[in-house]
C-alpha cells in the first residue's frame, strides 16, 4: 500500500523568500502524485500533479514540483512567495494499479511573515 | 451538479447519538472518497467507493463507521454511539476515472461536533 510523509508540520518563510515543502512517498511502482492546497477557511484546491513523462511539474500560482524517484520524492517549490500563499498543504499519492484510492500525508502548514 | 455537496455543513451531538452525513458527488464521477481531517493533522483516508465495485473500508477506524453509496450516487457517512474524539471536519471528494491518476474535487466538508 502506498503512504506519504511530509517531514515538515510548520514552516515560516518570509515575504518574497523561496520556498521548497518536502514530500517523500512509499509505493513499489510509479506513482501518481499530487499537491493539494488548502486555505484557511477555503475547500482543498489542487495546486499541481505527476503522472508520467517531464518528472518537473508546474501548477498553479507559480509553483513547481519535482519528481525523484531515486529519494522517492516530490518536493513542492516556489521561488518567491507572497502572503496569500499561507495556507495548509498537502502532498498526496495514488498507486499506478487500477482502481486505487488517493492517501495524503499529514500536512505542512505555511506562515508567511512579513 | 456543479461541485461536491455536503451537509449538513455544521453538526453537533451529544455523546452517545448517532450521526449521518451526507454527500452529493459531481454527476458521472464514478469515484467518491471519504476523509476525515481532525484539529491540526492530516487527511485520514477512511473509505473509497468506485463504480460498482466493493468499497475500499481499509481506512474506518472502528465498527461505529458505516458508509454505503446509493446508486452510484450519494453517498451517506454514519457514525453510531458517537464519542467525543470523533469531532473532526469530515470531508468527501469525486472523482472520474478507474486508477489512481483522479484529480479529487472536495466538498466543503461537515464540521462534526461530539460533546
Known amino acids: 500500500a502506498q503512504s506519504v510523509t511530509q517531514p515538515d508540520i510548520h514552516i515560516t518563510v518570509s515575504e518574497g523568500a523561496s520556498l521548497e515543502l518536502r514530500c517523500n512517498y512509499s509505493?513499489?511502482?510509479?506513482?501518481?502524485l499530487f499537491w493539494y492546497v488548502q486555505s484557511p477557511g477555503q475547500g482543498l484546491q489542487l495546486l499541481l500533479k505527476?503522472?508520467?513523462?517531464?518528472?518537473l511539474v508546474q501548477g498553479i500560482k507559480g509553483f513547481e514540483a519535482e519528481f525523484k524517484r531515486s529519494q522517492s520524492s516530490f518536493n513542492l517549490r516556489k521561488p518567491s512567495v507572497h502572503w496569500s500563499d499561507a495556507a495548509e498543504y498537502f502532498c498526496?499519492?495514488?498507486?499506478?494499479?487500477?482502481?486505487?484510492?488517493?492517501?495524503f500525508g499529514s500536512g505542512t502548514r505555511l506562515s508567511i511573515r512579513p | 451538479g456543479a461541485g461536491v455537496s455536503q451537509s449538513p455543513s455544521n453538526k453537533v451531538t451529544e455523546k452517545g447519538k448517532d450521526v449521518e452525513l451526507r454527500c452529493d458527488p459531481i454527476s458521472g464521477h464514478t469515484a467518491l472518497y471519504w476523509y476525515r481531517q481532525s484539529l491540526g493533522q492530516g487527511l485520514e483516508f477512511l473509505i473509497y467507493f468506485q463504480g460498482n465495485s466493493a468499497p475500499d473500508k481499509s481506512g474506518l477506524p472502528s465498527d461505529r463507521f458505516s458508509a454505503e453509496r446509493t446508486g452510484g450516487s450519494v453517498s451517506t457517512l454514519t457514525i453510531q454511539r458517537t464519542q467525543q474524539e470523533d469531532s473532526a471536519v469530515y470531508l468527501c471528494?469525486?472523482?472520474?476515472?478507474?486508477?489512481?491518476?483522479?484529480?479529487?474535487?472536495f466538498g466543503a466538508g461537515s464540521r462534526l461536533t461530539v460533546l
Open positions: 471528494a469525486s472523482s472520474l476515472g478507474l486508477s489512481g491518476a483522479n484529480v479529487l474535487t
Open positions: 509505493y513499489g511502482a510509479t506513482p501518481y
Open positions: 505527476y503522472f508520467s513523462g517531464d518528472t
Open positions: 498526496a499519492v495514488g498507486a499506478s494499479s487500477s482502481a486505487s484510492k488517493i492517501i
